[in-house]
């Protein structure tokens, strides 16, 4: 979709849809569609010229309302929490970014994080507005990531992970559970727990499938190689914890931890170490390495 605004410190302009109702103002129905924006905000925006039609048009706080249009605004977020860590580009041609993520910074703009995510520092450090993440890592996994630049070529991407294009591995610091015989199958199906943030393994058909060996053991703790077979919400961290075997620092699998999310002494111990696939474009066999490290066993 072609947006009106351009990108702005790295912010991508969002889209609304004005469905059909009663509202007078455009103003009204946006306050009354983001209750948590609030009028003020709102009028400020658009006095700014931060609020514009399809056209680009700047929309006033008196604009009459007209259904099944679209508007465009600027997402904004008040006393963003810094991120302490830096994001690292470790590949870039014309078509690809392979980026290394480290702990507790979003993949892309989500809840109480806009600036301080992946997508949006890559953007306002490259000035690339059609920047795409072509996956996704949990917030409190660190590792690698595929961005892809080109609206064109982007589907070639896609399709990798539509298949089984993409070869992911991960390591993992968690539990060492001596009843299983490594590498360990688990296959399972994945659905929404009760908390919308969680995943837990429900009755039925598997939909989710991983393959979980044994590196090294030191003690209660061990290293753990990861390979996800398909690509669940939190498939990896549901999966070690349903074994007997919770990946060190999880706040969320097992729910008993109560490590503070924004703790950073204590990183989720989950790392998408490796991606290797063949580019649909060059036809070149590509494989990266995470340049982030878990700690050792001695330290768990």
């Known amino acids: ?9 790295g912010v991508s302009a969002s889209a609304v849809f004005l469905p059909e109702g009663e509202w007078r103002t455009v103003l009204a129905f946006l306050t009354y569609y983001f209750p948590s924006v609030g009028e003020a905000r709102w009028v400020a925006r658009m006095e700014s010229g931060s609020v514009v039609d399809a056209e680009g048009d700047a929309i006033a706080p008196t604009a009459l309302y007209r259904p099944l249009t679209r508007i465009f605004y600027y997402r904004e977020l008040e006393d963003e929490l810094q991120i302490p860590f830096d994001e690292v580009i470790l590949f870039e041609n014309d078509h690809l970014i392979v980026a290394d993520k480290p702990h507790f910074m979003s993949t892309v703009p989500v809840g109480r994080y806009l600036k301080e995510t992946l997508l949006v520092r890559l953007k306002q450090r490259l000035n690339l507005e059609h920047l795409v993440p072509l996956h996704r890592l949990d917030r409190d996994t660190a590792g690698l990531v595929l961005l892809s630049k080109q609206v064109a070529t982007r589907d070639a991407y896609h399709a990798l992970f539509r ?14 559970n001596p009843e299983h015989e490594y590498p360990v199958t688990r296959q399972s199906r994945i659905g929404r727990a009760e908390l919308f943030y969680r995943r837990e393994e429900v009755e039925g058909v598997p939909n989710a499938s991983s393959v979980i060996d044994l590196i090294e053991r030191q003690g209660e703790w061990a290293r753990y190689h990861l390979r996800p077979i398909t690509g669940k919400t939190h498939q990896l961290r549901v999966h070690m914890a349903a074994l007997g075997m919770p990946i060190r620092n999880d706040v969320l699998y ?3 931890c109560r490590r503070a999310p924004d703790d950073y002494n ?10 290797e696939f063949v580019d649909p474009i060059s036809g070149a066999a590509m494989m990266f390495e995470s340049q982030f490290r878990l700690m050792g066993l001695d330290e768990a």
């Not at 298949?163 to 060492?176: C, H, L, N, Q, S």
């Not at 204590?266 to 991606?275: D, F, G, I, S, V």
């Open 163 to 176: 298949g089984d294009g993409i070869t992911k591995a991960y390591e993992a610091v968690a539990r060492f």
């Open 254 to 256: 097992p729910q008993e």
């Open 266 to 275: 204590y990183p989720l111990q989950l790392l998408a170490r490796t991606l």
């Open 1 to 9: 979709m072609q947006r009106p605004l351009p990108i702005r410190d």
